[in-house]
């Protein structure tokens, strides 16, 4: 009897594409418990790598879905978390109890039982203490249908427990930052395809989190839209110096990424010479076309030329500037980069 009862049961667990979560998966699949797998995309994740997720649908023999938060709401978020930021413009605490509320709606819509994490007691210090634990579960409104298998014994007995549908004894007491026990059950359990423990969110770098204040700083955070956020990721950010922005391509991805973005900006391109493509604020000034035709050539591979043409195109209108590249060791160069790097 009690067998077949968990058999019957379905679980949706999370799968970021990190260890932790597959182990935590891994423990009630094994249980016999049916599990489908859920990898929410908020749109700032660095790891995008689909190869990936189709590697560890099969070595968990499980199907992982892999839904979109909704923008606007996220981006709600990120402008005033509830909780705060973490070390840079991360709002992991308000980001955690939104997809968990994703995932409680997707629990319902497909009839599963509860929801499991991979979540480590003490492993980060914003998310996973034992007091915003508890509160994550308040707010997800889950509270006992959250299952964190790796944590399970330190933590109070959940609804799969307490029915009989896991067995707790079968859980796990892990605790810190070591990753010694992982690793050790990865190897036991044959689970050999995941991510490396490396942040894995663009909010928690420092560069994107120093782009995205300035971006508030100037613009007035509430302004502030989904497009203007995602066009962050791409390309060398500058702000001139009467306050237009220009972004420049590293490499052809990032053109190709930036094309997209086109529209309400002038395209700046040098003649005769590979390079980066370069969007500059529609409102920009013809000093500031020139300071950015400028950069764009610094970084073409006519940087070297004593002049170079640059063309400038918007809504149909072209401009020509004949320029001189900027040198490498500009000043102007760190004067007017947004990010911390280069």
């Given at each position: 009897?009690?067998?077949?009862r968990?058999?019957?049961?379905?679980?949706?667990?999370?799968?970021?594409?990190?260890?932790?979560?597959?182990?935590?998966?891994?423990?009630i699949?094994d249980?016999?418990?049916e599990?489908?797998?859920?990898?929410?995309?908020?749109?700032f994740?660095?790891?995008?790598?689909?190869d990936?997720?189709?590697?560890?649908?099969?070595d968990?023999g499980i199907?992982?879905?892999?839904?979109?938060?909704?923008?606007?709401k996220?981006l709600?978020?990120i402008?005033?978390?509830?909780?705060?930021?973490?070390?840079?413009?991360?709002?992991?605490?308000?980001?955690?109890?939104?997809?968990?509320q994703?995932?409680?709606g997707?629990m319902?819509?497909?009839?599963?039982?509860?929801v499991?994490?991979?979540?480590v007691?003490?492993?980060?210090?914003?998310?996973?203490?034992?007091?915003?634990?508890?509160l994550?579960?308040?707010?997800?409104?889950?509270?006992?249908?959250?299952?964190?298998?790796l944590?399970?014994?330190?933590?109070?007995?959940?609804l799969?427990?307490?029915?009989?549908?896991?067995?707790?004894?079968?859980?796990l007491?892990?605790?810190?930052r070591?990753r010694?026990v992982q690793?050790e059950?990865?190897?036991?359990?044959?689970?050999?395809?995941?991510?490396?423990p490396?942040?894995?969110?663009?909010?928690?770098?420092?560069?994107?989190?120093?782009?995205?204040?300035?971006?508030?700083?100037?613009?007035?955070?509430?302004?502030?839209t989904?497009?203007?956020?995602?066009?962050l990721?791409?390309g060398r950010?500058?702000?001139?110096?009467?306050g237009?922005?220009?972004?420049?391509?590293?490499?052809?991805?990032?053109?190709?990424?930036?094309?997209n973005?086109?529209s309400?900006?002038?395209t700046l391109?040098?003649?005769?010479?590979?390079?980066p493509?370069?969007?500059?604020?529609e409102?920009?000034?013809?000093?500031?076309?020139?300071s950015?035709?400028r950069i764009?050539?610094?970084?073409?591979?006519?940087r070297?030329?004593?002049?170079?043409?640059?063309?400038?195109?918007?809504n149909?209108k072209?401009?020509i500037?004949?320029?001189?590249?900027?040198?490498?060791d500009?000043?102007?160069?760190?004067?007017?980069?947004?990010?911390?790097?280069?």
């Open positions: 009897m009690s067998k077949k968990v058999k019957n049961r379905k679980a949706i667990a999370l799968i970021s594409g990190g260890l932790d979560s597959q182990l935590a998966a891994k423990l699949l249980q016999g418990v599990i489908i797998g859920a990898n929410y995309r908020t749109g994740t660095t790891e995008e790598n689909d990936l997720f189709d590697r560890i649908e099969e968990l199907e992982i879905r892999r839904p979109k938060v909704d923008e606007e996220y709600e978020i402008k005033s978390p509830e909780h705060g930021y973490g070390s840079a413009m991360n709002p992991c605490l308000d980001c955690r109890s939104l997809i968990l994703e995932a409680k997707y319902k819509e497909i009839s599963a039982d509860f499991v994490t991979g979540e007691l003490g492993q980060r210090p914003m998310t996973q203490r034992k007091d915003t634990i508890d994550i579960k308040s707010k997800s409104g889950l509270d006992k249908r959250l299952l964190r298998p944590s399970a014994k330190l933590l109070s007995p959940t799969p427990e307490e029915e009989g549908w896991v067995k707790r004894e079968d859980l007491d892990i605790e810190g070591s010694r690793l059950l990865a190897d036991k359990l044959g689970i050999n395809n995941y991510s490396q490396a942040g894995g969110c663009l909010l928690t770098e420092e560069e994107f989190g120093h782009r995205l204040q300035e971006l508030f700083d100037r613009k007035g955070r509430e302004e502030v989904v497009r203007e956020v995602k066009l990721r791409h950010h500058f702000r001139l110096r009467n237009a922005k220009a972004i420049i391509g590293r490499n052809e991805d990032e053109n190709e990424q930036l094309s973005f086109s309400n900006f002038w391109r040098i003649k005769d010479y590979p390079g493509l370069t969007l500059v604020s409102d920009a000034s013809e000093e500031e076309l020139t950015a035709s764009t050539a610094r970084y073409s591979q006519g070297d030329e004593a002049r170079l043409e640059a063309i400038a195109k918007k149909g072209t401009i500037y004949q320029v001189e590249p900027l040198n490498s500009s000043d102007l160069i760190e004067e007017l980069r947004i990010e911390s790097s280069n």
